[in-house]
């Protein structure tokens, strides 16, 4: 499997939208779309959460005459055109949430949860349209100069107000590493001290300046995990507005086995294929949850070391009767 299908299996990463970021700066295209009879306008609130249908299977999207009745003064920031549609997001400016939610025979729904519930296409539309509302809270003044900034380019550009700055910021995206490392027939996994007991993921950390993300991966890894770590190569990719991170999935092989703990971890240890499917199986071992790409990285693994089907594994764990 090439590496494009492997991201598109990632939750948030199936976004078949076009862009057209050519178009942003035409003024009169922008506007023809957003008068099109068929326009989608995305809501989301202040805490990054967007309105959805009430059975929180589908978003619940606004009609142009709806976004002019409801929400008329709320800035408008273009996504992209699918066949059928041209998307939109609008910020809701907070105050009566519930009951705009309830004129609109709608709910809430944070991303986490709708990553999951969500079909493939919406979840990508909300994790992008939340992503880049979280860059306009943060663009509102120039880094350089401190002037306010203004929105242009459909909402994909702010540029200072200043006129001996005139600084122009893009959508700034934080590139993170996540890796399972392997070791003969051993995955190396980690956990922290906040999280259940039992529950184990894959290694992660943001990439620094002036590191190549094999860098980022070495270093990470030893940095966690006290682990040499020789060879790497990319698996996939997945957004992650979480609120601003692109995590880049990579498996990787061990020089030495040797476990030193950093700071950052609580415990980090090898597991073997066997150690995996008697945890599930007696509910000692949890996973990280499928909305990460650390899931599809184990489900990888297991897939090339013992050819075993992950989702099957889980599925036989909880039909297994548990120990009195």
């Not at 990553?115 to 992008?128: D, V």
């Not at 122009?168 to 392997?182: G, N």
């Not at 990439?207 to 860098?215: F, I, K, S």
Request: negative net charge; proline residues 6%; charged residues 25%.
């Amino acid at each position: 499997m090439t590496a494009s299908l492997r991201s598109r299996a990632n939750v948030f990463a199936a976004l078949a939208l076009e862009r057209a970021a050519d178009r942003r700066d035409d003024i009169g295209w922008i506007s023809e779309r957003r008068g099109h009879g068929s326009s989608r306008y995305v809501v989301i609130r202040s805490d990054g959460k967007a309105l959805v249908q009430r059975d929180r299977q589908h978003l619940r999207y606004l009609a142009d005459a709806e976004r002019a009745q409801a929400l008329a003064d709320a800035p408008v920031t273009f996504l992209g055109e699918t066949a059928d549609a041209p998307y939109f997001v609008l910020a809701h400016p907070g105050g009566d949430e519930d009951a705009f939610a309830a004129q609109h025979d709608a709910a809430w729904l944070d991303l986490r949860a709708g990553g999951l519930a969500l079909a493939a296409f919406e979840g990508g539309l909300f994790a992008y349209a939340r992503a880049l509302l979280f860059w306009h809270s943060r663009v509102r003044f120039c880094g350089a100069c401190g002037s306010a900034t203004t929105l242009v380019s459909a909402g994909h550009r702010a540029l200072c107000s200043n006129p001996d700055c005139k600084l122009e910021h893009f959508p700034r995206t934080d590139p993170a590493i996540i890796v399972i490392v392997s070791y003969r027939d051993a995955c190396l996994l980690g956990r922290q001290e906040s999280w259940p007991a039992g529950r184990w993921s894959t290694l992660a950390g943001f990439v620094e300046p002036g590191e190549t993300l094999e860098d980022a991966v070495r270093r990470e890894v030893f940095e966690e995990a006290g682990v040499r770590v020789d060879e790497s190569d990319y698996h996939s990719s997945q957004p992650w507005p979480f609120p601003a991170s692109l995590m880049l999935g990579f498996t990787a092989r061990a020089s030495d086995p040797t476990i030193q703990v950093g700071p950052e971890l609580a415990e980090a240890r090898w597991f073997e294929v066997d150690d995996i499917v008697r945890g599930l199986a007696d509910g000692t071992f949890f996973l990280p949850p499928p909305l990460s790409v650390s899931y599809r990285l184990l489900e990888h693994w297991l897939r090339e070391t013992a050819g075993l089907d992950l989702a099957r594994l889980q599925a036989a764990a909880r039909q297994e009767p548990r120990p009195a």
